[in-house]
T-cell receptor, first 113, second 109 residues
Framework: KAGVTQTPRYLIKTRGQQVTLSCSPI?????VSWYQQTPGQGLQFLFE???????NKGNFPGRFSGRQFSNSRSEMNVSTLELGDSALYLC????????????FGPGTRLTVL | QQPVQSPQAVILREGEDAVINCSSS?????VHWYRQKHGEAPVFLMI?????EQKGHDKISASFNEKKQQSSLYLTASQLSYSGTYFC??????????FGKGTKLTVNP
């Protein structure tokens, strides 16, 4: 099976702009989770989508949003970018059952100037 | 609530052993362990479930003390390939998987 794919891999934006990141999960996986990784904070959970519904949400401002499509592909959107949003954004998919293994994609490296 | 990992970093020589600890202030029903090499995505190592047995994979094993809300990852006879950052992720109550800040392990020849 193909792994989790994320596009784009690298992105440079300026403050105030918005950005959309895309994630394609492993075939058959219905759960997609998003994480923000920074050197100081480690892996921070953003949100999880399951069957097109947001199932869990982390402690991030409303500028961070996401959605999931019927084919389980997911997008994450960040509006009004701030310098502190510079990070590696990781997407992980799992079949969806509780305590399921998370399979991570390679991530999108976002730099905000 | 984010679990606390210790130590933050450890340097070993090949063949030495290491223990990485993960503790939470909340009651847990599962602990996940992942390893991330520089520039790569985190890779799943193992899950420990409440009431489950100690897990092991090759020379890497882990335990889960439910009463203390603690888990430990044991790396025996470390190899160069073990180098990376190890993350524990915990689940408890309605909280989705929350990761610690990671432990950077360096194995030198």
């Amino acid at each position: 099976k193909a792994g989790v794919t994320q596009t784009p891999r690298y992105l440079i934006k300026t403050r105030g702009q918005q950005v959309t990141l895309s994630c394609s999960p492993i075939s058959g996986h219905r759960s997609v989770s998003w994480y923000q990784q920074t050197p100081g904070q480690g892996l921070q959970f953003l949100f999880e989508y399951f069957s097109e519904t947001q199932r869990n949400k982390g402690n991030f401002p409303g500028r961070f949003s996401g959605r999931q499509f019927s084919n389980s592909r997911s997008e994450m959107n960040v509006s009004t970018l701030e310098l502190g949003d510079s990070a590696l954004y990781l997407c992980a998919s799992s079949p969806g059952q509780p305590s399921g293994t998370q399979y991570f994609g390679p991530g999108t490296r976002l730099t905000v100037l | 609530q984010q679990p606390v990992q210790s130590p933050q970093a450890v340097i070993l020589r090949e063949g030495e052993d290491a223990v990485i600890n993960c503790s939470s202030s909340k009651a847990l029903y599962s602990v996940h362990w992942y390893r991330q090499k520089h520039g790569e995505a985190p890779v799943f190592l193992m899950i420990l479930l409440k009431g489950g047995e100690q897990k092991g994979h090759d020379k890497i094993s882990a335990s889960f003390n439910e009463k203390k809300q603690q888990s430990s990852l044991y790396l025996t006879a470390s190899q160069l390939s073990y180098s990376g950052t190890y993350f524990c992720g915990t689940e408890g109550g309605s909280e989705k998987l929350v990761f610690g800040k990671g432990t950077k392990l360096t194995v030198n020849p």
